[in-house]
């Protein structure tokens, strides 16, 4: 009897052990994995005006922090309704130094390594691929800059 008893626990053990180690099931295998609220925004992104890339940002994650590159026009000018009107040969690179996620979108807070002046914008994601970006609120707001999702090569940087 003892003999029996001793069968039947190793294998009700075996079974338990087999069943706690099976593998994933297809529909888990093909699932996509967990993105989190920032991950949207981690790439490359390029505007443009009259079909050439006036604006640049580039935001890297490194563990839980963000940092990236901005780059831009030295100059720019909008219309009277907010759109761009204008922008400058003369390019200007800022690091960005801290992003913050509100209810609003990304904050970004860039710096311009010249000056140590640091001007802040703020990121939303309207799908996948396409973004808007806008001076953070308190300045004189032009309209949304509408941004693209770009591979991370098609961004050339400043020199």
């Excluded at 949207?40 to 890297?60: E, K, N, S, Y």
């Excluded at 990121?123 to 941004?147: I, S």
Aim: overall charge positive; glycine content about 8%; some cysteine.
């Amino acid at each position: 009897m003892r003999c029996f008893a001793f069968i039947a626990i190793t294998t009700i053990a075996l079974c338990v052990v087999g069943w706690a180690q099976t593998s994933m099931t297809p529909a888990m295998q093909n699932a996509p994995a967990q993105k989190t609220a920032l991950s949207g925004h981690v790439g490359a992104w390029i505007g443009t005006f009259q079909g050439h890339a006036w604006l640049t940002i580039r935001l890297m994650q490194k563990g839980d922090q963000r940092t990236g590159l901005m780059q831009r026009p030295s100059e720019v000018q909008f219309d009277d309704r907010g759109d761009l009107k204008s922008v400058s040969d003369e390019k200007w690179a800022g690091s960005i130094e801290s992003t913050k996620l509100n209810g609003d979108g990304l904050l970004l807070t860039v710096k311009d390594p010249a000056t140590h002046k640091t001007d802040r914008y703020l990121m939303r994601l309207t799908n996948d691929t396409t973004a808007e970006v806008n001076m953070a609120p308190g300045a004189q707001n032009p309209k949304p800059w509408k941004l693209t999702k770009v591979p991370g090569n098609a961004i050339t940087p400043v020199r």
